[in-house]
């Protein structure tokens, strides 16, 4: 017998005295071996910024992160690299963050992936990157650009980021 | 997710919370076969938090309003306790206000209290927090909106499916019924599982009233991960 799940509601937009917490955004100390940084900005339908937005990243083999986002829609973390992820058909996922965007506005939260630019083998056999239409795989991965990883997410629109069923 | 819980959640789009019109994605999510999501729950990094269940206590004195005792238990679909995760609150303060600078609602601010809580479930999968009865508030989503009074929750669970972010509310809240955000979920089954209920058995006497409200996260029955020790 399975229990009735208790439903989502949004996070709201108050959520600041409650989620973020300092150097919740550092899974890497800025500076240190292999330490990556990846900033963006969470975009609404009209292209405006969001800066009532919640991020989380998480890949168990490198941590978990969580960053608001500010006046201006934007967000940063400092994290390493993932490897490559075994995937639960025996192949292999490309490098990737999971991330997790809450929100005013979200009644649930949405689930997609950040993958890296420099591993243009790797996603174009990945699983999942595979069963996104061509044309929007883009918005699943990171633009390089003076060191940053550059990813932003657009909740609605013609550019709208690929969210994942969860 | 199953189309049946997902017949249960709040849809992205929901026009009479006027905040989803922009923000709800317009394009269908894309969906996984199955295992893409099974792997655990992100760890939280409980070294750089501090665990408190008691938010009346935050300060030099204590804050006004109804000290209210808020406990449950956390189990998964599957009926098992989950154990030692951690449960996250926020809420606004006995008049309506949340210690933001964004919210703009003149009502006092209560220098004794923060709003903030977190602790870590027991054995049972019980959590407990000592807090004061938030007070409704006015939102500019349509005329004379309302927020009924309500407290934040967060949780993990175990395994990455299981992420929840929600709100509980409190038994006869009149506002309820004219809340877009409570009313987004389809079914008055699944509203009433955001509702806490009184408990005189936990109410301490000459002290606090106490609420009961049990929350249930996805388990990982059907994956191939086991999480039980």
């Not at chain 2, 220098?111 to 939102?139: H, Q, V």
């Not at chain 2, 038994?171 to 004219?178: E, I, K, Q, T």
Request: charge should be negative; charged fraction near 25%.
């Amino acid at each position: 017998m399975t229990a009735p799940l208790t439903p989502s509601q949004t996070v709201g937009p108050f959520f600041g005295v409650g989620l973020p917490f300092e150097q919740g955004e550092q899974i890497a100390p800025p500076g240190s071996a292999g330490a990556i940084r990846i900033e963006g900005q969470v975009l609404d339908g009209d292209g405006q910024p969001v800066p009532d937005a919640l991020l989380e990243i998480w890949q168990p083999a490198t941590g978990f992160g969580r960053a608001r986002t500010d006046s201006e829609g934007a967000f940063g973390f400092t994290t390493v690299k993932p490897g490559a992820v075994p995937a639960p058909n025996g192949r292999t996922q490309a490098p990737h963050l999971n991330v997790t965007v809450f929100a005013r506005g979200l009644l649930r939260h949405l689930v997609t992936r950040m993958y890296f630019p420099d591993e243009t083998e790797a996603n174009a056999t990945d699983p999942v990157l595979n069963l996104v239409a061509p044309a929007r795989r883009e918005t699943l991965v990171a633009k390089s650009c003076g060191g940053v990883l550059h990813f932003d997410i657009r909740l609605q629109g013609e550019q709208e980021t690929v969210f994942f069923a969860i | 997710m199953s189309d049946r819980e997902d017949e249960r959640e709040p849809p992205y789009l929901y026009p009479d919370y006027v905040g989803t019109r922009l923000r709800a994605p317009a394009k269908p999510l894309v969906r996984l076969p199955d295992g893409f999501h099974d792997f655990p729950a992100p760890v939280f990094p409980r070294t750089l938090v501090e665990l408190d269940h008691d938010l009346t206590r935050r300060h030099s004195g204590e804050p006004i309003g109804e000290r209210i005792i808020v406990a449950g238990r956390v189990l998964d679909s599957d009926g098992r306790p989950l154990r030692n995760t951690i449960v996250e609150v926020w809420q606004a303060n006995a008049a309506g206000r949340y210690l933001d600078q964004d919210d703009q609602h003149p009502a006092p601010l209560d220098p004794n209290f923060t709003g903030a809580g977190r602790c870590l479930t027991d054995d049972e999968g019980r959590y407990r927090f000592i807090t004061i009865k938030p007070g409704a508030y006015p939102w500019k989503n349509h005329r004379n909106a309302w927020r009924p009074a309500h407290i934040h929750f967060s949780l993990f669970g175990s395994g990455f499916r299981s992420r929840l972010v929600t709100q509980m509310y409190f038994p006869g809240d009149p506002l309820m019924p004219r809340d877009p955000i409570l009313q987004s979920i389809p079914d008055q089954a699944g509203r009433e599982r955001l509702v806490s209920r009184f408990d005189p058995e936990a109410t301490v006497p000459e002290w606090a009233l106490a609420y009961r409200w049990d929350i249930v996260l996805r388990g990982r029955a059907a994956t191939p991960f086991e999480d039980e020790p």
